[in-house]
């Protein structure tokens, strides 16, 4: 018995000096020390012992365990130690290495517009709402007052998706959208994403930018419409800016206008910018039409309201002097980055 103590501790060493990771190091303390370890196999048949040998190898095996014990212990802080240094070898940063350098982005020259128009609207009190692109019918003509056989519906190339829907050929459906979910006052604008089945030219795209404008309350007249496009377009433009409203027509209005500004190159007297005109188109719009607040069930006696749409492409190239809207959707960086 003395023999085969000695013996286990021998092996237990041995194991323990070829012992390389926490895991067979485990398994090398259940195998000696385990409750079904060798250890305790032996021990279980003291019983058979003698009294006079019982004390003598009751104090060897307690040896032999507490000698495995701490050479157990010993293995695992080298093991633990070892595992740290060769986690710490290979998270090492060299923090003098230089730096990748991470381009910039920039904000496109539309949404940098867009934002500004934004932000005078939000600054006279204005919401900003939005609307589908994929329109019904419905909302962007019948709604607004322009029936299947009206000749508005010609002025624009319209992609039909089917008989009852279509890409939205303005952001002004997003106005009937607004009055059958909200009741008066609202004073909302709508920037947005709108289609028309145009040639791509220097001036035109099938896609282009719009936004909508909407004020319904009691007792809002022309006048309020004036002042407010008056304030929006020095603001846009600068204090010194001079605008005219032109009579027009839009089904959704009436009456209707256009807004132009006076020519800031020319001062009004005519030249290349604004082709001879000393005025440039800026907006339509108009006093919403009795029949669209009807039809969003709001009563024209009791509310009245006015509204306007704009095209933001053309504001964005006369603020930048871009004569070539392609420019906008062809995502080259050597333009792109002097914005
Ligand atoms: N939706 C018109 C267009 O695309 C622009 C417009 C004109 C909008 C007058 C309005 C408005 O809200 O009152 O040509």
Redesign the pocket.
Known sequence: MKTALENIGKAAAEALQSCSDPKELDAIRVRFLGKKGELTAILKQMGKLSAEERPVIGQLANEVRSRIESAVAEKSAILKEEQMSRQLEEEHIDVTMPGRKQPYGKAHPLTLVMDEIKEIFLGMGFDVVSGPEVEYDHYNFEM?NIPKDHPARD??DTFYINENIVLR????PV?VRTMETRRPPIRVISPGR?YRSDAIDATHSPLFH?I???VVDKGVTMADLKGTLEIFVKRLYGEDSVVRFRP?H?P??EP?AELDVMCFNCHGKGCRLCKGEGWIEL????M?HPKVLQNCDIDPEEYSG??????LERVVMRRFNIDDLRLFYENDLRFLDQF
């Open positions: 607004l002025t624009q050929t303005q952001t002004s106005q709108v719009q909508e404008g909407l027009h839009f959704f209005t209707s907006l339509g719009c108009g919403v006015f509204a306007f749409g704009m095209g």
